[in-house]
Each structure stands twice: as structure tokens, then as C-alpha cells.
């Protein structure tokens, strides 16, 4: 058996599907240019799972490079978690993101068509949906982005559905991330974000930690029960998992399939700040502040066609977000 590439595998959800794959057996390579993520990352996958994955230190828009590391392993699949994420930033440097995210596809797509790799799990986001009705299911219409970034998700998708098609031997499954939060119940990896974070649980865990001294809620007047804005928050080792039910599920089929991964379950902000404060016996202070431009009030999913065609399901409490992910800020300090 050949092995999988993880681009972008020292990253938050990279580095955790690392993890679930080496523990279901599979070699991983992973291809990482650590720019929003470090070296060390490779050590914590070592010592979590006791098998150190290979690690190439690539940009995988360079095309000599990533035709290296194709020449020097064989590679049966690949998962494209490698991307620019930040969505204000995208706005602020349009150019650079579709550059990267496009490019650094294009560039996968065609190096795998030239060492007859097949299969490619994608990390998309519930952003492609836009500000249509939840719960998202995967038949409903995409688009209407609010920003760049969800933009090149949206792009990349029709890149990849475009390339199944015309290769009817390709494989090709796309990931639409809901919020992933917390982190590995060790607290050796999790989500470390550079500067000050623009996601709200690691925000929260900086308070937690006296690193910011309040959070500010975004707006407190959104057409929900509480006034804040609901999303479908997911553990990321839940996710994780997900990956490796969809790795299985693109090496046995060829075609472009969907699927969502996400709870089905909505929180609003406030009960966020609850439950972290329950769950880790502490206090958040927070203000109510101004509306953050293109915050959607609602964002769920709509689970069924993960849970019968993968078989997978999210099985993690808000509990256990709230823990690890205050678990993993602890052992940053
Ligand atoms: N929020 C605050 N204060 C903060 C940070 C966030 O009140 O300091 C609120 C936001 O207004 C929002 C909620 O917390 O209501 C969640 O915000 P996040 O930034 O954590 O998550 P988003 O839903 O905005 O963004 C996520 C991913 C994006 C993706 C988007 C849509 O981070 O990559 O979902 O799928 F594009």
C-alpha cells in the first residue's frame, strides 16, 4: 500500500487527522511549508501515536518540490489541508489568497496526474453556503460568499468536481467543515493561532489564560434565542475522524462526493462562554461589542449523508471541547 499526503499536516485539523490515521495504520507523509505552524508539530505526532510521520518542509504551489517528494514516495491519496485561512486577512490581500489556494490545488492536481494518484480529500468550509437557510445539506445550492477566502474554497470546489469529471477514474471528496474547536485530550497539539486570534475558542482560552482581558461578543442582536450569532461547533479530533472515514470511503469509489462534517447542533456565544466556564471552573469576561462584518446569525449542518455513507458521526460533547481546548492552552504557558 502506498501512502497518504497531508498537506499542510502540521497544521490545527492536519496534525490531529494525522494522528487518527497513523492510529488506523496508514504511512503518512506530511507536506508542510510551516507558515502558520511549527516543526515541533512532527514530535507531538511521534509521541502521541509513537510512529514519527515523514515530514517535507514544502510549499506545495512549488511544483520542482512537490515533484520530488511525488518521485521519492509513493503516494495513493492525498488530503489539501494546506491553505490561507484567516477570512478578515483575505479581504485585506485578495490577490495572495487566491494565488495560494488556487495554485497550491492546481499544482496537487497536476503532479498527481502525472504519478497516477488518485484519490483527493479536500478541506472545505460551510462557507461555500453562504447566507442560505440551515441546516446546509450538501445538495443545496453554493455561493454567495461574504469574503475571499470562502470564495477560493467555493472555486476549489469546482476545480475538483470539473477534474472528476473529466477523469472518470479520479476520486475526489469535499469536506465541509462546520467551527472546529478544542484539541487531542493529551494537549500536546491544538490550535495555536499567531497574533491575536480571530475565532472565538481560542479567544476564549486566551482570556482563560489572563493573555486578553475580556472577549467582546460580537453583537447581541442577531435573530437568535440569545441575540448571538449560532454555529455548529465540532471537536477536532470528531473531525479528524471524519477524515480518515472519508479517506476509506474516496480509495473505494472514483466520482466527486460531498459531505458535511459537522454536529447538527447549533450554540450560540453565550453558551459557549458557558459552557467553558463549566466545564473548566472559571469565569470569562466579556462585553457585548459591535457586529462583526459578514458574520452569518446561523450556520448548522445537516448530518445524514456523513453518518450513512461514511458511517461517521461526531461524538463529542461541548463539555469535552471546552476541556481540551482549555487543557491545550494550559501547556502553551
Ligand atoms: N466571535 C465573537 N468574538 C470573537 C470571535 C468570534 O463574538 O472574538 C463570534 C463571531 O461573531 C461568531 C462566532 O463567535 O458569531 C464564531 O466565530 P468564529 O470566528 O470562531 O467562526 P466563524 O463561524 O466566523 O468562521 C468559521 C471559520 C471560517 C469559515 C466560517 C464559515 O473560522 O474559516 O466558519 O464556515 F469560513
Not at 491519496?77 to 485561512?85: D, E, L, P, T
Request: proline share 5%.
Amino acid at each position: 500500500m502506498g501512502k497518504i499526503l497531508l498537506t499542510g499536516g502540521c497544521g490545527f485539523i492536519g496534525s490531529h487527522t494525522a494522528v487518527e490515521l497513523i492510529n488506523e495504520g496508514y504511512e503518512i507523509v506530511i507536506a508542510d511549508d510551516l507558515s502558520n505552524s511549527s516543526r515541533d508539530t512532527v514530535d507531538k505526532i511521534e509521541t502521541i501515536t509513537g510512529k514519527r510521520p515523514l515530514f517535507y518542509e514544502i510549499d506545495v504551489a512549488d511544483a520542482a518540490a512537490l515533484t520530488a517528494l511525488f518521485a521519492e514516495q509513493p503516494i495513493d491519496a492525498v488530503i489539501h489541508f494546506a491553505g490561507f485561512k484567516a477570512v478578515g486577512e483575505s479581504v485585506e490581500k485578495p490577490l495572495a489568497y487566491y494565488r495560494n489556494n488556487l495554485d497550491s490545488t492546481l499544482t496537487l492536481l497536476e503532479t498527481m496526474s502525472r504519478y497516477g494518484t488518485k484519490c483527493f480529500v479536500f478541506s472545505s468550509s460551510a462557507t461555500v453556503y453562504g447566507d442560505a437557510e440551515p441546516p446546509f445539506s450538501e445538495e443545496m445550492k453554493t455561493g454567495g460568499c461574504t469574503n475571499p477566502y470562502g470564495w477560493t474554497k467555493y472555486m476549489i470546489e469546482q476545480i475538483l468536481k470539473d477534474a472528476a469529471h473529466a477523469d472518470p477514474s479520479l476520486s475526489v471528496v469535499l469536506l465541509r467543515y462546520f467551527n472546529p474547536v478544542g484539541a487531542h485530550e493529551s494537549g500536546l497539539i491544538g490550535e495555536k493561532p499567531s497574533g491575536i486570534p480571530n475565532n472565538l475558542m481560542p479567544y476564549i482560552s486566551q482570556v482563560a489564560a489572563g493573555i486578553r482581558d475580556h472577549l467582546n461578543v460580537f453583537g447581541n442582536d442577531y435573530p437568535t434565542p440569545d441575540g448571538t450569532c449560532i454555529r455548529d461547533y465540532i471537536h477536532v479530533v470528531d473531525l479528524a475522524k471524519g477524515h480518515v472515514a472519508a479517506l476509506g470511503y474516496g480509495l473505494a469509489h472514483t466520482g466527486a462526493e460531498i459531505f458535511n462534517l459537522g454536529t447538527g447542533r447549533g450554540s450560540s456565544v453565550l453558551e459557549m462562554i458557558r459552557a467553558f466556564e463549566t466545564a473548566n471552573h472559571l469565569t470569562i469576561p466579556f462585553e457585548i461589542a459591535p457586529r462583526r462584518a459578514g458574520d452569518l446569525p446561523f450556520s448548522f449542518a445537516k448530518t445524514e449523508k456523513a453518518e450513512k455513507l461514511l458511517g461517521w458521526k461526531a461524538q463529542k460533547s461541548l463539555t469535552d471541547m471546552c476541556r481540551d481546548a482549555w487543557t491545550f492552552e494550559k501547556s502553551c504557558h
